[in-house]
């Protein structure tokens, strides 16, 4: 079957650094997403992996190791905008094709 | 660029009433989903379709639920008769097909309340 597990909530300061981390089980694994959703809003697509390493977008920075099945969203400078719920989401093939499944998410509460 | 659109953005039924939501898409994204979101959930996804085929429906609870893509572009979902376990957010996205990367472009969502 195909897993994700990333913590329900962090908290954290303003001007601050976070990392929201996932861990995966899944069979056919091609790349792990993530996504940004503020409270009565639509997932927001931030970033995406399929190689090992760290991908760096403005404050927002992703990073997967495949051999670990496990991946973490870096916010630097936290800003009081960033509180909302982050998603990360797995890209697999199997029979069927391409399937995307998301974690049930992290609320981020950013504190002043 | 127009995103994803939706619509309505709400509905309230009564349970073993129908009711249906439509998405239209980025232009030019082949790729199309329904899901499906509870709160404090992540979206679980429905039926995927490709242009105008259903390639991915293995999660749509068929004895209810159904869905078309007329002509690869709009799509329509349909509940029919609702329950009250299908209160939820319901998402569509669109994707380019082209490329790699896993982004999808997800529409407001229609909020489902089934009374």
């Known amino acids: 079957g195909q897993s994700l597990e990333q913590p329900s909530e962090v908290t954290a300061v303003e001007g601050a650094i976070v990392q929201i981390n996932c861990t995966y089980q899944t069979s056919g694994f091609y790349g792990l997403s993530w996504y940004q959703q503020h409270d009565g809003g639509a997932p927001t697509f931030l970033s995406y992996?399929?190689?090992?390493g760290l991908e760096e977008t403005g404050r927002f920075s992703s990073f997967l190791s495949r051999s670990d099945s496990y991946g973490y969203l870096l916010l630097q400078e936290l800003q009081m905008k960033d509180s909302a719920s982050y998603f990360c989401?797995?890209?697999?093939?199997?029979?069927?094709?391409?399937?995307?499944?998301f974690g049930a998410g992290t609320r981020l509460f950013v504190k002043a | 660029e127009a995103g994803v659109v939706q619509s309505p953005r709400y509905k309230i039924i009564e349970k073993k009433q129908p009711v249906a939501f439509w998405c239209n898409p980025i232009s030019g994204h082949n790729t199309l989903y329904w899901y499906r979101q509870n709160l404090g959930q992540g979206p679980e996804l429905l039926i995927r379709?490709?242009?105008?085929?259903?390639?991915?429906d293995s999660q749509l609870p068929k004895d209810r639920f159904s869905a078309e893509r007329l002509k690869g572009v709009d799509s329509t979902l349909k509940i029919q008769p609702a329950e009250l376990g299908d209160s939820a957010v319901y998402l569509c996205a669109s994707r380019a097909s082209t490329g790699g990367k896993d982004e999808q472009y997800f529409g407001p969502g229609t909020r489902l309340t089934v009374t």
């Open positions: 992996n399929a190689l090992d």
């Open positions: 989401a797995v890209r697999a093939f199997n029979t069927g094709g391409f399937k995307t499944i």
């Open positions: 379709y490709e242009n105008e085929e259903a390639v991915d």
